[in-house]
């Protein structure tokens, strides 16, 4: 008999293209994923790994196992979410991913729309870039909530993945709240934005992109931008005099005295979304998350709406 943790672990092999990829996603050191993948070809009575001494690979045994596997555990999932179903279990633990700005933001709303459901448990951990889609596809969280600056839709009727809209989040303009372009009853001009110095994020890191988009509207950059990671550490240098920055409204969450925020004209806007694997999205507990999580995007929506809005932040 196959085991299904081990056919899942020779699934992750064969998307990463190594023994150390699938126990990076897994969080296995590479020893153990080695020898539990051994295990799997004692169970298969046949090689599915050609090993040498500083790589592997499959072979046709494990290739084509490896295909049967997705197929396999996905009709596990199947299985198990329709028995779930039918006896109407809330149970838990459910394993929730999110950006950080996110999930500073939902968590409070989250836990409180949940944590009197008995019997389920939320686990919430933040994950940035990539990292989130690929457990969900690995299968060891839930649900991810993923930001997207691209403005494309996701595709979310095909495949193993769904796609849930949560949020906008415009690209807004942080300044001390004694500066003088925080004076709302002036526009913003985008060019002369650049005669400020800036703070933002390092390359690499997600709220860059919206950054870089900013600057290229205006047709130039900064003379002077220093990098931080962290949108918590941007903000406080702002609040200190040191520069100005553009953040997503989300990180308004984070707190914002001795701050003034503005909108941007045309400014970019990164979408949110909640993903899951389309084989647990009827399990009961994956989907009252899932409801309180839009709820809770809903919410987060209309206190940035207000408070980008109502209070002449133009």
């Known amino acids: 008999m196959l085991d299904i943790r081990r056919l899942q672990l ?10 150390a990829g699938a126990a990076e996603t897994l969080g296995y050191t590479p020893s153990a994923v080695s020898q539990q993948l051994s295990a799997l070809e004692r169970e298969a009575g046949t090689q599915l790994l050609d090993r040498t001494a500083r790589s592997a ?6 290739r084509l196992l490896a295909e049967h596997a997705e197929q396999i555990l ?5 299985a198990e979410s329709v028995l779930a179903q039918q006896a109407g279990a809330v149970l838990g633990p459910v394993t929730v991913t999110a950006f950080p700005t996110a999930a500073v933001a939902l968590a409070p709303l989250l836990a409180q729309r949940l944590h009197q459901q008995e019997g389920l448990q939320l686990v919430l951990r933040q994950s940035v870039g990539a990292a989130g889609v690929r457990q969900v596809s690995s299968a060891e ?10 403005g494309l839709p996701p595709d979310s009727g095909t495949g ?3 796609h849930v809209h949560l949020l906008h989040d415009p690209l807004v303009l942080a300044l001390p709240s004694d500066h003088p372009l925080a004076d709302t009853s002036r526009p913003v001009e985008l060019a002369r934005l650049l005669e400020e110095s800036w703070i933002h994020a390092p390359r690499g890191e997600p709220s860059r992109e919206g950054t870089d988009r900013l600057f290229a509207r205006v047709g130039g950059a900064p003379s002077t931008a220093w990098e931080f990671q962290g949108q918590g550490t941007i903000l406080n240098l702002v609040a200190r005099g040191i520069g100005i920055a553009a953040v997503p409204a989300l990180a308004l969450a984070s707190g914002t005295s001795g701050l003034a925020f503005r909108l941007l004209p045309q400014a970019p806007t990164r979408h949110a979304y909640a993903v899951v694997r389309a084989t647990r999205m009827r399990r009961p507990a ?3 998350t ?3 999580l839009r709820r809770s995007a809903e919410e987060v929506q209309a206190t940035l709406d207000t408070e980008l809005h109502g209070t002449g932040a133009q």
């Open 141 to 150: 969280v839930d649900i991810a909530v993923i930001d997207d600056w691209s």
């Open 57 to 62: 690979e499959l072979t046709d045994g494990g």
């Open 74 to 78: 996905a009709m596990v999932e199947a």
């Open 290 to 292: 899932l409801r309180a």
């Open 10 to 19: 020779l699934k992750e092999f064969a998307d990463r293209g190594s023994i």
């Open 286 to 288: 994956i989907e009252l």
């Open 160 to 162: 193993k993945l769904r």
